[in-house]
């Protein structure tokens, strides 16, 4: 198989990681979103977590180290649920 022909399976498995990745990411950052821990099933936490620093690491359900990106407000709602806090830049610095 030559180089030109590998070209095309090639793009189409980048896109395709791609395309899976960016959901788990499209709510980081985004307003009205939260950190659920302890929520996460196995493979389909966002982000970093226990030794682990990518989406979808998660090893165990419901590990309370691990979470997911959530609307606010119903993380509580959740059995096990945890909102993740955001640690103080005081509290970063030490």
């Known amino acids: ?17 791609a395309l899976v990745a960016a959901p788990a990411m499209s709510h980081a950052g985004k307003e009205g979103y939260e950190k659920c821990q302890g929520v996460a099933k196995a493979g389909m936490n ?10 979808g690491q998660a090893a165990v359900d419901g590990d309370p180290n691990e979470w997911v990106y959530m609307p ?16 103080k830049k005081a509290e970063e610095a030490s």
């Open 46 to 55: 966002d982000c970093g977590a226990n030794g682990h620093a990518c989406a």
């Open 72 to 87: 606010e407000g119903t993380c509580e709602k959740i059995v096990g649920g945890t909102v993740k806090t955001k640690k």
């Open 1 to 17: 198989m030559s180089i030109q022909s590998k070209a095309p399976i090639a793009a189409a498995s980048i896109l395709a990681v």
